[in-house]
Nanobody, 131 residues
Framework: QVQLVEAGGGLVQTGGSLRLSCAAS????????MGWFRQAPGKEREFVAA????????YYSDSVKGRFTISRDNAKNTEYLQMNSLKPEDTAVYYC????????????????????????WGPGTQVTVSS
């Protein structure tokens, strides 16, 4: 089992930047696929970005592609989400997610976007972008 804790959320103006981090503890971090989702009030949780457990090309939602960058530091058991050119529609609670390699080996690219496929979640961190 893995425990996740996000940090780095806050209030920023349109066009600004934030970097979120997700610290993982528990089982070997490198054996997990890691991702970010977000949920705005009254909306479903939506996919933002993800890495497969073996690294490789990350996946992004169309709404953040070119503005957000996901990265991971296996030595620090930490995942990051660099968010640039923020827009008011990026306002949401951002959640870190993890899934063990054993369950993701059969995933397709679209599988990473299914929030119900991920087994572990952090408590979330609020990001608010003012206009």
């Amino acid at each position: 089992q893995v425990q996740l804790v996000e940090a780095g959320g806050g209030l920023v103006q349109t066009g600004g930047s934030l970097r979120l981090s997700c610290a993982a503890s528990g089982r070997p971090y490198s054996s997990y696929a890691m991702g970010w989702f977000r949920q705005a009030p009254g909306k479903e949780r939506e996919f933002v970005a993800a890495f497969s457990s073996n690294g490789g090309t990350p996946y992004y939602s169309d709404s953040v592609k070119g503005r957000f960058t996901i990265s991971r530091d296996n030595a620090k058991n930490t995942e990051y989400l660099q968010m640039n050119s923020l827009k008011p529609e990026d306002t949401a609670v951002y959640y870190c997610a993890a899934a063990p390699r054993a369950s993701t080996n059969s995933w397709s690219a679209s599988s990473y976007k299914r929030y119900d496929y991920w087994g572990y979640w952090g408590p979330g961190t609020q990001v608010t972008v003012s206009s």
